[in-house]
């Protein structure tokens, strides 16, 4: 029996440290360094790009420029490109920017409620850039037609003098080709991230015309966020309703022809990060067809056409589409939706689970116009979730309780049948049925907690309205990890050490609350069980450290408070107390005899 523990114990100490040692590898990849470079940084100070092992840049959970050359690029050209004449402002309360009236292209966009990093100063998100920038991204609407007939990607636009584009006055850009052929571009924009493109054509001439609207939009993949098993970023949309996440830049660069066509007709489609997004929003009028497409060089495109049509002289055709360019808010995508935007609100892919994550956010999110402070609303929740589950963890100890009744009959039959293991189990579990005993109430409360723990984790991944929010002292952004590691003297020193080391105060604490846990739990009745609960504890510390700060002190207030819960229900089941005392002393004693 002992060389049998002596193997167990080895066993879990290697599985322990595989665990361990892998989880390196496996979180850079699954929940990766949330940090970014400040836009307006140099070749010289912007920080190391992360690399893979085949020197290619990573990129990072929330996406963004990693290449220090191409930072200083991108902050030169759009100085020198936003500063050329005639572009036309937009102001609104979600995005500010500008329109190149060279091909009417929307590709100046930045959002006014999001900084580009946890500095306050960094200045705002930049959403669109123009093309040739390394961090391209940008919306077109035209249409397809004859050569010189329709207006193409360098046609110069008419619009009036000092015309800017705000909630309260739209755009309108005009275009007459030589038959006399009028075509206009009317930008809407709303307080969000709504921009509404009405096409108009009228045919002032003698002939016939055939136009067929079109949009696109077009963006770099430099630029993409990481696309792991349980965040989307890429090409996606809503198709008859049904949203499709399936679609990664991959595919589209490996189908024939580098061309992905949508099957059914697109209610919204594009582009998405983890936080942003652009997407087109189709004529409800009219049934419209799109795909993606590579390029090349690392660009894609996300093409909408409309049906064709002829204007017979005189006839005019309008159609409308809408632009979604910016933050994916919760509320603000609801309130989309609740417009008639099918499924809006799953832009945010929060998977499975979305019946139990929205409703946990739109509970902290309550919490935090509360208190003003999420870290304060996370304890806060945490604290409801406890108190929910009070009842349960009473029964728990009801459990222990009758658990610890049968102890010296369990000891008895495990002595019995100590050389006939299959035996052993089935009188124990006869003994269960007979006291009324169930061994696995007591884990309860940890499955209970499963859900939430997950919800949590999630929110803060996918969360626009987490990212950068502060806590207290060095937590400056619940939604990325401990920034201050012991290894680096907590700042001091100029390196990051690799995940698995990157323990913070936040990860000491977790290590501490949950050994404290554990030390007031019953002692397990077999001693490789005690001593690999005995590492649990630590090696958790190693697992959670590179998880969000957030996460950390939800975990760490729940163990402080299942700590003061096992101590108020100790105090009021005293005989519990002065049993697991003795046991522990019976096991130590023990424990000194094999020694």
Request: aromatic share 10%; with cysteine.
């Amino acid at each position: 029996m002992e060389n049998q523990n002596q193997r167990n114990l080895i066993l879990a100490v290697v599985l322990s440290a595989l665990l361990l040692f892998g989880w390196d590898a496996g979180i850079r990849y699954f929940y990766p360094d949330s940090s970014k470079p400040k836009p307006a940084a140099t070749a010289d100070t912007a920080p190391a790009p992360q690399a893979s092992a085949s020197g290619a840049i990573k990129p990072t959970r929330e996406g963004g420029l990693m290449n220090p050359a191409d930072i200083a690029e991108e902050a030169r050209d759009i100085k020198v490109l936003l500063a050329a004449p005639n572009r036309i402002p937009i102001a609104a309360p979600g995005l500010t920017g500008s329109i190149n009236p060279v091909g009417g292209v929307i590709d100046d966009l930045v959002t006014v409620r999001h900084t580009a990093t946890v500095d306050k100063d960094s200045g705002p998100q930049r959403i669109f850039s123009p093309a040739g920038t390394p961090a391209q991204h940008f919306a077109q609407f035209g249409w397809v037609g004859e050569a010189g007939q329709v207006p193409g990607q360098q046609t110069l636009w008419s619009a009036t003098a000092g015309t800017k584009l705000t909630p309260e006055t739209p755009v309108t850009l005009t275009w007459t080709n030589p038959a006399g052929t009028t075509f206009t571009l009317t930008y809407k924009i709303d307080a969000d991230y709504m921009i509404t493109v009405d096409q108009g054509v009228s045919n002032a001439g003698t002939a016939p015309v055939s136009i067929q609207p079109v949009a696109q939009i077009n963006r770099t993949k430099k630029t993409a966020a990481l696309d792991s098993f349980n965040v989307h970023a890429g090409p996606f949309g809503a198709f008859d309703e049904v949203v499709n996440y399936g679609i990664d830049y991959d595919d589209v660069t490996e189908a024939p022809k580098a061309q992905v066509e949508n099957e059914g007709s697109a209610n919204w489609f594009g582009f998405t990060d983890v936080y942003w997004m652009s997407a087109l929003i189709p004529d409800t009028k009219a049934k419209a067809s799109s795909d993606f497409r590579a390029i090349g060089n690392d660009i894609f495109l996300a093409n909408m056409f409309y049906p064709a049509s002829t204007l017979a002289p005189g006839q005019a055709l309008t159609r409308t589409t809408k632009l979604f360019a910016g933050a994916k808010e919760m509320k603000v995508l609801d309130r989309y939706e609740a417009e008639g935007i099918a499924n809006f609100g799953l832009a945010i892919d929060w998977g499975w689970f979305r019946w139990f994550e929205r409703p946990l956010f739109m509970l902290l999110e309550a919490l935090f116009r509360t208190v003003g402070n999420f870290g304060v609303a996370i304890i806060l929740l945490t604290v409801i979730v406890r108190g929910i589950m009070f009842p349960i963890a009473q029964k728990q100890f009801a459990s222990m309780a009758a658990m610890r009744a049968i102890q010296p009959k369990m000891k008895a039959i495990q002595e019995r049948y100590k050389d006939d293991r299959p035996k052993q189990q089935e009188e124990i579990m006869a003994l269960y049925k007979k006291e009324g005993v169930n061994p696995l109430a007591g884990c309860l409360p940890i499955f209970l907690q499963i859900p939430v723990f997950f919800a949590l984790y999630k929110v803060l991944i996918l969360a626009v309205e987490m990212r950068h929010q502060p806590f207290a002292l060095w937590i400056k952004d619940l939604s990325a990890p401990d920034p201050l590691h012991i290894l680096n003297l907590f700042g001091l020193l100029d390196f990051t050490p690799p995940a698995f080391l990157g323990i913070g105060v936040l990860a000491i604490l977790l290590g501490i609350t949950m050994w404290l846990q554990f030390k007031l739990n019953p002692a397990p009745m077999d001693p490789v069980q005690e001593q690999v609960f005995s590492i649990m504890p630590w090696l958790m510390m190693f697992i959670m450290a590179p998880f969000a700060a957030g996460l950390l002190i939800y975990w760490i207030t729940s163990n402080i408070l299942t700590i003061a819960q096992q101590k108020y229900l100790y105090s009021k089941h005293p005989q519990l107390k002065e049993q697991a005392a003795k046991e522990a002393a019976d096991a130590k004693r023990a424990r000194e005899r094999k020694s």
